[in-house]
Structure formats: structure tokens, C-alpha cells
């Protein structure tokens, strides 16, 4: 490989200006992003004033139904996989390989562990609303459709993709929120010795 054959780099070897503003860019938005993590509640506020907004600006354009339809699809895709474990427990059902969810009353407690976190959620969806709201800025997204209809198909495919999610839930025992580890008290402990 020549001298300036690298990605981002000027002839000299030096990095290009447009690289080292791209790479500066980045590093400012990590570390915003970093230091959001720990404000769980405000990130989600914010995260649905700026659904909000979008709506109002969707209810006043009277248009770009399908790019909301497209962004209930995407939310609702990644809500799916915020309830979903991370080793799929149908997968495990037959081989004893890996951590699994306790099944029994008396199994040692296992958190529950996400197939997506909820800070990439929360990203994620936040990312998901900004695309969209740029989307509205440009009439070629702005496909006319009947929009009571598209309402009814994502009522019906909500409906039909919790219910399998449900299922699944019930039919493996977990739940998909963790509060902690168990915690005993003295009582049953004393139970448990005079036995």
C-alpha cells in the first residue's frame, strides 16, 4: 500500500481535515452519549417529547403516513426484542449448553438478561424518531395512502406479535424485568430449620 492509500489520510500521511472533523464529531457525541447513561428517566422524556413533536408535526402536514407507519414498525421491533432474552430458551430446551432461565421455584436466581438493552433501546428509537422527523422535510416521502387503514394493519400486527410474545413468556416462566436477587427473611429461614 502507497503513502495517502489509508482511509482519512492526505498524501503526507497525515490525516485530512474532513477526517479529523468526522473523527472529532464522533468522539463529542460518545461522549455525550456516555455521559446520559446514568439519567434513565430524563433520556426517555426526552426521547417522547421528541415523539411528540413529531406527531404534531405529522397531525399538522396531514401526511408521511407511511414513514409513521415505518417508525411503529421499527419501535415495535425493537420492544419486541427489549422483552426477549438473549439465548432464545426454545433453543436451549433440549441441550444443557450455556446459562439458561430458572424453571423451577427452588433454581438458583438467574437475572434476566436482554436480547437488546435498554440503553441501546432507548438509542436506538431515539435515532429512529430523528430519521423520521428529517424524512418529513421531503415531499418524496410524502406517499399518499389511505391512513386509517395502515392504523388498523399496525393495531392487528401489535396485537399478534405481543400475543406470541406473551406466550413465549409464559411458556418458558420469565419475566423480562428483574428487580434484583431474591431476598429472604427471617422467618422462612427459621421455618426452613425447624423442619
Given at each position: 500500500?502507497?503513502?495517502?492509500?489509508?482511509?482519512?489520510?492526505?498524501?503526507?500521511?497525515?490525516?485530512?481535515?474532513?477526517?479529523?472533523?468526522?473523527?472529532?464529531?464522533?468522539q463529542?457525541?460518545?461522549?455525550?452519549?456516555?455521559?446520559?447513561?446514568?439519567?434513565?428517566?430524563?433520556?426517555?422524556?426526552?426521547?417522547?417529547?421528541?415523539?411528540?413533536?413529531?406527531?404534531?408535526?405529522?397531525?399538522?402536514?396531514?401526511?408521511?403516513?407511511?414513514?409513521?407507519?415505518?417508525?411503529?414498525?421499527?419501535?415495535?421491533?425493537?420492544?419486541?426484542?427489549?422483552?426477549?432474552?438473549?439465548?432464545?430458551?426454545?433453543?436451549?430446551?433440549?441441550?444443557?449448553?450455556?446459562?439458561?432461565?430458572?424453571?423451577?421455584?427452588?433454581?438458583?436466581?438467574?437475572?434476566?438478561?436482554?436480547?437488546?438493552?435498554?440503553?441501546?433501546?432507548?438509542?436506538?428509537?431515539?435515532?429512529?424518531?430523528l430519521?423520521?422527523?428529517?424524512?418529513?422535510?421531503?415531499?418524496?416521502?410524502?406517499?399518499?395512502?389511505?391512513?386509517?387503514?395502515?392504523?388498523?394493519?399496525?393495531?392487528?400486527?401489535?396485537?399478534?406479535?405481543?400475543?406470541r410474545?406473551?406466550?413465549?413468556?409464559?411458556?418458558?416462566?420469565?419475566?423480562?424485568?428483574?428487580?434484583?436477587?431474591?431476598?429472604?427473611?427471617?422467618?422462612?429461614?427459621?421455618?426452613?430449620?425447624?423442619?
Amino acid at each position: 500500500m502507497s503513502e495517502g492509500d489509508s482511509v482519512g489520510e492526505s498524501v503526507h500521511g497525515k490525516p485530512s481535515a474532513a477526517y479529523r472533523f468526522i473523527t472529532r464529531l464522533g468522539q463529542v457525541y460518545q461522549s455525550w452519549l456516555d455521559k446520559s447513561t446514568p439519567y434513565t428517566a430524563m433520556r426517555w422524556v426526552v426521547t417522547l417529547g421528541l415523539s411528540f413533536v413529531y406527531m404534531v408535526r405529522v397531525y399538522l402536514l396531514q401526511g408521511w403516513y407511511i414513514v409513521t407507519y415505518a417508525l411503529g414498525i421499527y419501535h415495535l421491533n425493537l420492544f419486541i426484542a427489549f422483552l426477549s432474552p438473549k439465548v432464545d430458551p426454545s433453543l436451549l430446551e433440549d441441550s444443557d449448553d450455556g446459562p439458561s432461565l430458572p424453571t423451577k421455584q427452588n433454581e438458583e436466581f438467574r437475572p434476566f438478561i436482554r436480547r437488546l438493552p435498554e440503553f441501546k433501546f432507548w438509542h436506538a428509537a431515539t435515532k429512529g424518531i430523528l430519521v423520521a422527523m428529517v424524512c418529513t422535510f421531503f415531499e418524496a416521502f410524502n406517499v399518499p395512502v389511505f391512513w386509517p387503514i395502515l392504523v388498523m394493519y399496525f393495531i392487528m400486527l401489535f396485537c399478534i406479535t405481543m400475543k406470541r410474545q406473551i406466550k413465549h413468556m409464559i411458556k418458558y416462566r420469565y419475566i423480562p424485568f428483574t428487580h434484583g436477587k431474591r431476598r429472604y427473611t427471617g422467618k422462612e429461614e427459621a421455618k426452613t430449620f425447624a423442619s
